[in-house]
């Protein structure tokens, strides 16, 4: 299964994206999606994960109360609502798979290409 992210772009801060990230093929519902992004130079940072099969959500303090991530069970994608953004959350945005939820994006697989979030200030 491979999951790649899309819907990434230019937008002011204070605006909002909304990111998806789509899987080649079934998610379990034991599965966890997690959205990481990434500066470069910079390690991959934890954003937010989803329980596939209860929608259970887990969030970075920094985006907590700002970004929202789902899932749309039947098509296999996931969503990332990020509003109020700021510049310092421009960064190359991926999701991935995972088995439990974990912050460490080395517990992730299946990864695909990111998708650039650019916030201009």
């Known amino acids: 299964v491979q999951l790649q992210a899309s819907g990434g772009g230019l937008v002011q801060a204070g605006g909002s994206l909304r990111l998806s990230c789509s899987a080649s093929g079934r998610l379990y519902s034991s599965a966890i999606m997690g959205w990481f992004r990434q500066v470069p130079g910079t390690d991959r940072e934890f954003v937010a994960a989803?329980?596939?099969?209860?929608?259970?959500?887990y969030y970075a303090d920094s985006v907590k109360g700002r970004f929202t991530v789902s899932r749309e069970s039947a098509e296999y994608t996931g969503y990332l609502q990020m509003n109020s953004l700021r510049p310092e959350d421009t960064a190359v945005y991926y999701c991935a798979r995972g088995t439990s939820y974990d912050t460490d994006s080395r517990a992730y697989t299946n990864w695909g290409k990111g998708t650039q979030v650019t916030v201009s200030s």
């Open positions: 989803i329980r596939w099969g209860t929608g259970k959500t």
